[in-house]
């Protein structure tokens, strides 16, 4: 029994021994055609199955029994697909993959009419190849080349600057646009001295012919040829000429020509309601306080520049002239006329004892504007520096008039009105009727009074 135990284990471990010794590794290594470089994360597949990727270094090991032939395919982004049946036994293998063939294309524009650039040289290197092609009707010229590689451009077009880029391909495709530019391409900008602000619609003139006026970001493209001296001229509205000789570089692409304001002669008048001058009236432009009015209500300022402004004069007792005026193409006279201030006016009418005298009417200028209240005031609003006659009627009291000056820059002002009591002839009648009633009845009293005393004598002497 023992000995077929081991007779068993015997033939077991020869048999594993063999099935060992028939197992084979193939070592597979991937790499660039052209320069040799390793190429990590290559997928392998064996007879259509998907096995694993290559290392960092490019290599994949793969162990089978050695029976059969295998179909192994190596699958790279940016390569060509590889393919080929390696022999049972074979222990290694090298993989050379080949770039795929990409289209690099460059579309050229005029950078000034945006039209395509026909007839353009474009001259292609990089990793040892080189190539040259001329752009066609639409602006365009299409070149094979590998993925993954950096190329050096070179364009070059009649009558326009060369120029040179790099492009980096990926392992697609791509398309790449450029302007070209006009080797006579010229630019002229034009801006406000003072605030850089663009200005649109100033005219260009070169060499006394019109050249043509700026757009709304002040530029105007010329084609002028380079290495040549030119008279240039720009003019806009309410802005001084701009004249200069100028020599243009090869180098020369932009002209910045900044012009200054025209600058106007502006006179202020400052009148009263009555038109007499005001002296001494402040004059602001915009919030700022540019001088004072002479004796004759007047202040000049000899140059200013175009624009528009807001124009305030402004005198003690006076309300604020305030105008905005635009400044343009000329001088300007301007009158300001200016409101006297309002004052508050409380006119108070009293008796003789001082006590308010309240449902008073009061006129002014021949104008009812109220009645007095019960503390005998009536309060209005009246322009100052004027004369005003003012007149109260009530019943039981006189009409009283008198007139009244508001001075000029008065802000509050009192019309005192005393009035007299009104004398009344049936009153007095009246009163002297009762007086003579009270006499009368005093003296009947009297006489009565008399007469009693008068009796009791007579009385008195009878009886004696």
């Not at 004069?313 to 006329?337: C, F, H, L, M, N």
């Amino acid at each position: 029994m023992l000995k077929h135990r081991l007779i068993i284990a015997l033939l077991t471990s020869c048999l594993l021994l063999c099935c060992t010794a028939q197992a084979v590794t193939l070592g597979i290594n991937v790499a660039d055609e052209k320069n040799g470089n390793s190429l990590a994360d290559a997928s392998v597949y064996i007879d259509g199955e998907y096995v694993g990727s290559t290392a960092s270094d490019g290599t994949y090991s793969y162990v089978h029994s050695g029976k059969k032939d295998l179909r192994l395919k190596v699958v790279r982004k940016g390569y060509r697909d590889w393919t080929e049946y390696v022999d049972a036994d074979r222990t290694r293998i090298q993989v050379d993959m080949a770039c795929k063939d990409e289209t690099l294309t460059f579309e050229l524009y005029d950078a000034g009419t945006l039209r395509p650039v026909v007839g353009a040289r474009v001259e292609i290197k990089g990793d040892g190849v080189s190539s040259s092609g001329t752009t066609g009707s639409a602006g365009s010229a299409a070149f094979s080349v590998r993925g993954d590689t950096l190329y050096n451009v070179e364009i070059r077009a009649s009558g326009y600057s060369d120029l040179s880029k790099t492009v980096q391909m990926e392992s697609s495709g791509r398309v790449v646009q450029y302007w070209l530019f006009s080797s006579d391409l010229l630019a002229i900008q034009v801006r406000d001295s003072e605030t850089s602000t663009p200005l649109g619609g100033a005219e260009v003139v070169v060499d006394s012919a019109r050249a043509g006026v700026t757009d709304a970001d002040g530029r105007l493209t010329l084609h002028l040829q380079r290495e040549k001296r030119y008279s240039l001229k720009v003019t806009a509205p309410d802005y001084q000429p701009y004249q200069e000789e100028r020599y243009l570089d090869a180098d020369n692409v932009l002209i910045l020509v900044h012009l200054s304001k025209s600058a106007y002669p502006v006179s202020i008048t400052a009148f009263d309601e009555a038109m007499k001058p005001i002296a001494g009236a402040e004059v602001f432009l915009n919030g700022t306080l540019k001088g004072k009015t002479n004796a004759y209500g007047r202040f000049t300022i000899s140059d200013l520049h175009a624009g528009t402004y807001e124009i305030v004069v402004r005198a003690p007792g006076y309300g604020d002239w305030t105008e905005t005026r635009q400044i343009s193409g000329k001088g300007e006279d301007i009158v300001a006329e200016l409101k006297y201030d309002r004052a508050s006016v409380t006119i108070r009418a009293e008796g003789p004892d001082r006590k308010a005298v309240a449902d008073a009417i009061v006129v002014i200028d021949g104008q009812v504007v109220g009645v007095t209240d019960g503390l005998g005031c009536f309060n209005t609003a009246l322009v100052t520096n004027k004369v005003y006659a003012v007149t109260a009627t009530r019943d039981g009291y006189e009409n009283i008039s008198v007139d009244a000056e508001i001075p000029l820059g008065t802000t509050e002002f009192t019309v005192p009105l005393a009035m007299e009591q009104t004398f009344n002839v049936w009153v007095l009648v009246a009163g002297v009727g009762v007086v003579a009633v009270v006499i009368l009845a005093a003296v009947v009293v009297v006489r009565r009074r008399n007469a009693g005393t008068g009796r009791g004598r007579s009385l008195g002497r009878g009886r004696l």
